[in-house]
């Protein structure tokens, strides 16, 4: 076509209402643009507010104020859930049963099942398979509920949060900070890594506010509890199996051969043979050795004559229900029987002496610690030992000057009381004078029990005694207070004590109307 015409049908078209062909094209590049740049400037406002939703959301913003819980009412946040979630998640992972409970953090905990033995460990009483996961969620629900109700009853009767609550929440806070120091974090990041993205220092504080209240409550309830004489013989009475002790002695004959390494430094197992002869000589051994003991002679002395006998002696064996035990808590056995018995493949020579409650007298005593201070000792160091034993003998000589302060004085156990809340570095004991009442055999490490149950303290001596355990090393600064109630009603009212308050709690969460939320997706 000509441009002449082509104007012309420009000019035609234009006159019938019709826009020009060309000023269409335009129009519709031009509009093609502008929907492009719209599209353009929606998708960059999308990605403005995804980027925007993914930063707030990997913040924990939105989950940790997600209500999770809902207990009588009242509504608790995934973050405060977590809390306690990630408490007992922690606890058990890092703690020293995590290989024999068969549970490991390298795998997610949804994928593992809880074995027998930590079901037994662990108070799980479903026959079936459950995961790790299911037990700590449903575990954090059962503790968070427990909690809030003490808490709540505590608050009821006057016994909220005090001066004491908020020393206890600046003390773990002072502990959590140097603990994120000490990793290179801040406070805020520690706590997000230890108790989930959720957490945050004001949640963590006012969940330590709660715990603190909560657990204060529950040991001034079981301590308030208070039983007669007559409440403890006759609980003592309806469960002597659990009380009651043996007294005996005893040679135990292995009745299985060895196994021996070839040339090849190979084990060799023992042969059926082997083992029957093994079975057979520790049969005929524990009947010689009884006919020995019969004539006079003493079970630890003839356990020497033979190389697969083992003399042992306990004065405090419980009830196991093993061979032995069984025959020792028979209600017919008068002190002296003896006994050749056969369990498995071997055998034992036993004397039974006694069985019953233990009589003896509990103790009270006060003490003053001072700990050995090993801060700074590198365990590699080839001073260790040197520098270990100085620590030692600088805080036994703590020891001995508070002694000889003591005794400068008015040598009383009021003054006695009065230095060991100045002195002692005991944190159990150091507000109440050092006393600990009612103490029982195998209650304090070895240097204390046996300084404590010497046959001939008397009431008022003093001492200072080395102590060590896995928590310290150290000097006590003894005073003995004097004898208290026999063993077996320490035992038996721990035992009531421990029961009413688990009854006492049991109430408070059956009696809770507990109801999860859309938030529990939040947690763990």
């Known amino acids: 076509m000509s441009a002449s015409r082509e104007k012309k049908t420009r000019q035609d078209l234009a006159a019938q209402g019709i826009t020009d062909p060309k000023k269409i094209r335009e129009a519709e590049e031009k509009a093609k643009a502008r929907k ?29 104020n997600a209500a999770a819980l809902s207990i009588d009412g009242e509504k608790y946040t995934a973050s405060q859930v977590n809390y306690f979630y990630y408490s007992i998640k922690n606890n058990i992972l890092n703690g020293s049963y995590a290989s024999l409970y068969g549970v490991s953090s390298s795998t997610p905990l949804d994928q593992q099942v809880m074995n027998d033995t930590a079901k037994m460990f662990l108070g799980v009483e479903d026959e079936g398979e459950i995961t790790w996961e299911q037990f700590i969620h449903d575990y954090a629900i059962e503790q968070m509920t427990l909690i809030v109700k003490e808490a ?23 502990q959590y900070t140097a603990y994120a120091k000490e990793n290179g974090y801040s406070l805020k990041e520690y706590l997000k890594l230890a108790f989930g993205k959720t957490m945050t220092v004001s949640t963590f504080k006012d969940m330590i506010r709660l715990v603190d209240v909560a657990s204060h409550y529950a040991s001034e309830y ?27 002695e005893y040679i135990y004959f292995k009745g299985t051969a060895d196994s021996t ?119 590699e160091s080839e001073t260790y030992e040197a520098d270990l034993q100085a620590a030692k003998d600088a805080a036994k000589a703590k020891a001995e000057d508070a002694l000889a302060q003591w005794k400068a004085g008015d040598a009383t156990e009021d003054s006695f009381a009065a230095l060991a809340n100045e002195l002692s570095e005991d944190g159990g004991s150091n507000t109440n004078g050092g006393l600990y009442t009612k103490v029982l055999k195998g209650d304090m490490v070895t240097e204390f029990n046996d300084w404590l149950f010497d046959e001939s303290r008397k009431p008022g001596d003093t001492g200072v005694v080395y102590g060590e355990s896995s928590n310290y090393a150290g000097y006590h600064v003894m005073y003995f207070v004097g004898d208290d109630v026999p063993c077996w009603q320490v035992e ?33």
């Not at 079981?222 to 005996?248: A, I, M, P, R």
């Not at 688990?502 to 947690?523: C, F, I, P, R, Y």
């Open 152 to 174: 709540k009853e505590a608050e009821a009767n006057g016994h909220g949060a005090d001066d004491h609550t908020e020393e206890e929440v600046a003390s773990t806070i002072e």
């Open 261 to 379: 390494t070839d040339a090849d430094g190979n084990t060799v197992e023992p042969t059926d043979e082997e083992n029957a002869a093994a079975k057979e000589l520790a049969a005929a051994n524990a009947n010689a050795a009884l006919e020995r003991y019969n004539n006079g002679e003493s079970l630890e002395d003839i356990a020497k004559d033979y190389d697969n006998g083992t003399y042992s002696s306990t004065d405090s064996a419980s009830n196991s229900g093993d061979t032995v035990t069984t025959w020792v808590f028979d209600s017919s056995r008068q002190a002296g029987d003896t006994a050749v018995l056969e369990s498995d493949d071997n055998y034992y020579l036993v004397v039974f002496r006694s069985a019953g409650r233990q009589e003896y007298a509990s103790k009270d005593v006060r003490h003053i610690l001072f700990r050995a201070d090993t801060t700074g000792l590198d365990s």
């Open 36 to 64: 492009s740049n719209i599209l353009y400037g929606v998708i960059a406002g999308v990605f403005v507010l995804v980027a925007a939703a993914l930063l707030v959301w990997n913040s924990g913003v939105l989950q940790r």
């Open 492 to 524: 038996v009212e721990d035992e009531l004590r421990s029961s009413d308050t688990e009854a006492w709690q049991t109430g408070l969460t059956d009696s809770a109307e507990v109801v999860e939320l859309s938030g529990m997706k939040h947690v763990g």
């Open 222 to 248: 079981s301590e308030e509890l208070s039983y007669t004489v007559s409440d403890l013989e006759s609980y003592y009475n309806d469960n002597k199996s659990s009380f009651d002790v043996g007294s005996y």
